[in-house]
């Protein structure tokens, strides 16, 4: 059960359901992570990437600020 969750992990075998997850989530204030690359621009928050064996991740302020989470600018200075 999703509805409830205040983090939800999207695996890459799941991404393409990010639009249907987002509808289920939505006004919950859940932050959705996901493991494929582009997946902020789908509407996760962040995404984790995995570029020349390093891990790194992109943050989408504006998708949290949708789902009504604040993102310090520390951890978005940290970001790819």
Do not use: H, P
């Not at 890459?12 to 997850?21: A, V």
């Not at 995404?47 to 504006?62: E, G, H, P, Q, Y």
């Amino acid at each position: 059960d999703i509805v409830n969750c205040n983090i939800l992990y999207v695996s890459y075998s799941s991404s393409s359901k990010i639009s249907q997850i987002q509808g289920i989530v939505k006004n919950n204030n859940t932050l959705i992570v996901g493991e494929k690359d582009g997946l902020t621009g789908q509407g996760a928050a962040i995404s984790f990437i995995l570029n020349n064996n390093r891990l790194s991740f992109n943050i989408n302020v504006d998708n949290a600020q949708k789902q009504g989470l604040k993102v310090s600018k520390s951890l978005v200075d940290m970001s790819s």
